[in-house]
């Protein structure tokens, strides 16, 4: 079945560091990918999304390549800041009725 | 526009018995899921509404859980009765899709349940 698997957590890094979680799925047909954020005592939050192959989602400097070749979606920014510490969901959309299916989510602690 | 809304955000019962939870999607939303989030893992999809029919509710606790979508609009999500192991954030979500590409859930704050 349909399912998203991405790389546990949790992940520490120093401010200023370069960030990669990595994502992969399987899916039949052709879904819709999706990182989530979660901050701390919030609700999940769209952080960026890709429809079609090679496309690129961006926002507040994270990016996500749809790559079709490797079925992967992985997060990646350049430099994190200490306010990126949350907790990051790989999701996917999929299916006739467009079922929305979750990684189990990597918690990332970004210390100064 | 408003967002999604869920009440109540938190809830503590005994186990055996009975809570229920409400949602209020974004107006004009054909797509409803209620989701359960077990403390450190991701969102389990329980049940999925297409407008006030469902279209998925494979993982759905059938012996305990219900939920419904009367009119389309709002849902409520129940537990009867209730397990230790219920306890959860019960989180709520809505999307423009029908048969369409290229949407993406939005969602509720959730209801945090504890079951002592």
């Known amino acids: 079945g349909d399912s998203v698997t991405q790389m546990e957590g949790p992940v520490t890094l120093s401010e200023e560091a370069f960030l990669t979680i990595n994502c992969t799925y399987t899916a039949t047909g052709y879904p819709s990918l999706f990182w989530y954020v979660q901050y701390p005592g919030e609700g999940l939050q769209l952080l960026l999304k890709a429809t079609k192959a090679d496309d690129k989602g961006s926002n507040k400097g994270f990016e996500a390549t749809y790559r079709k070749e490797t079925t992967s979606f992985h997060l990646e920014k350049g430099s994190v800041q200490v306010s990126d510490s949350a907790v990051y969901f790989c999701?996917?959309?999929?299916?006739?009725?467009?079922?929305?299916?979750f990684g189990t989510g990597t918690k990332l602690q970004v210390i100064p | 526009e408003a967002g999604v809304a869920q009440s109540p955000r938190y809830k503590i019962i005994e186990k055996r018995q009975s809570v229920a939870f409400w949602c209020n999607p974004i107006s004009g939303h054909a797509t409803l899921y209620w989701y359960q989030q077990i403390l450190g893992q991701g969102p389990k999809l329980l049940i999925q509404?297409?407008?006030?029919?469902?279209?998925?509710d494979s993982q759905l606790p059938k012996d305990r859980f219900s939920a419904e979508r009367l009119k389309g609009v709002d849902s409520t999500l129940k537990i009867q009765p209730a397990k230790l192991e219920d306890s959860a954030v019960y989180l709520c979500?809505?999307?423009?899709?029908?048969?369409?590409?290229?949407?993406?859930?939005?969602f509720g704050q959730g209801t945090r349940l504890t079951v002592v």
């Open positions: 509404f297409q407008n006030n029919g469902v279209v998925d």
């Open positions: 979500a809505s999307s423009h899709s029908r048969q369409g590409r290229n949407t993406e859930a939005f």
């Open positions: 999701a996917m959309n999929s299916g006739g009725y467009q079922k929305v299916t």
